[in-house]
């Protein structure tokens, strides 16, 4: 029956063989110590390479002035300067290999030495003889035209004409913003003025303006009667629109012009009654063509309608009757005197 082996190691008579040997215990805590030591050491080499590695000195040669010269057909040999130069860049750049190297400590006796050999090549290239350029064929100026500039005006352009509004413009204004008024108030009371509950306020439109005529007081005091009346009319700076909503009269609104100014009225729902009754008895189709007339004393409209045979002159509120007849115009003159 063999035996199990029992290797011994002793060291200047120390006994490491045993576990329990105190020496084989230092000797574990400073192989463990010293491979500490490396590590750390390794690692700040690492961070020293980093920090200060080296980079490449690019030294600036001065430019030279170009020459133009036509293309030569075959390549232009090397001047020595040129050789000088490559091998003194080729040096430079095999030297800052080397200081890149690891195990390279002095980098910044490389750099100065790499510094000197670019100084050494830009002399010796600026030194260099500069060989003569033969047969430099002469390039003759070409005429090129130039376009003459244009002569700016300094005449200032025409001012654009003014608008200016027409007394018609400003009627018609004037007639928008007396249905606006109406139309907010007939938000309120759409009876008063004409709006049946169906109707939508916004689909309301004016209508074109009729004038208004009156006669003065001498015509009112020398009228005879049976003499026409149409020729005594004179307007009487006074409009009224009517409100349509479709082919159905709401409302009349008015304006009147004071000076030059026009300034609208309110509405009327009764003199829009009167007038719807006087086209159908009197219609445009039938050749009528009733007039408004005003008295600046006394309230109120009256119409007139020249077509008829007897010269008439009536008040609208006779619309209202059951039968409604028109007024000589003897009568009606006569009262206003």
Request: charged share 15%; aromatic share 8%.
């Amino acid at each position: 029956m063999s035996m199990p082996l029992k290797f011994q190691f002793q060291f200047a008579g120390v006994d490491f063989s045993r576990p329990s040997s105190p020496y084989r215990k230092w000797l574990r805590i400073g192989l463990m110590s010293l491979a500490a030591l490396l590590a750390v050491m390794t690692y700040l080499f690492y961070l020293h390479h980093i920090t200060h590695h080296a980079r490449p000195v690019v030294h600036t040669v001065p430019a030279v002035p170009a020459v133009t010269v036509p293309k030569p057909s075959t390549p232009a040999p090397a001047t020595a300067a040129m050789v000088a130069t490559a091998t003194a860049t080729i040096s430079t750049t095999s030297k800052l290999a080397d200081a890149v190297k690891p195990h390279v400590i002095a980098v910044g006796n490389v750099l100065v030495e790499a510094v000197e050999h670019v100084a050494t090549a830009a002399k010796a290239t600026m030194a260099a003889p500069v060989l003569p350029v033969a047969s430099v064929p002469v390039v003759e100026p070409v005429m090129v035209p130039i376009a003459t500039p244009r002569t700016i005006s300094s005449q200032p352009a025409a001012p654009r004409p003014l608008r200016v509004r027409t007394d018609q413009d400003r009627l018609l204004m004037a007639g928008q913003t007396a249905l606006a008024s109406v139309i907010e108030l007939a938000d309120k009371y759409p009876d008063a003025y004409g709006f049946q509950a169906g109707d939508f306020l916004s689909d309301a439109k004016l209508g074109a303006p009729m004038e208004v005529y009156t006669i003065d007081g001498n015509a009112r005091a020398g009228y005879a009667k049976g003499q026409p009346v149409k020729p005594l009319l004179k307007p009487a700076a006074q409009w009224v629109f009517p409100v349509l909503m479709g082919n159905r009269i709401c409302c009349m609104v008015d304006v009147e012009r004071t000076g030059h100014d026009f300034v609208p009225g309110k509405g009327s729902k009764s003199l829009a009654m009167a007038w719807s009754k006087i086209q159908q008895q009197w219609p445009a189709a039938a050749g009528f063509h009733p007039l408004l007339v005003v008295n600046p004393e006394v309230p109120g409209y009256y119409f007139t309608v020249p077509e008829l045979p007897e010269q008439n002159l009536t008040d609208t509120v006779e619309m209202f009757y059951l039968h409604p007849d028109p007024s000589p115009a003897d009568v009606i003159l006569a009262s206003w005197r």
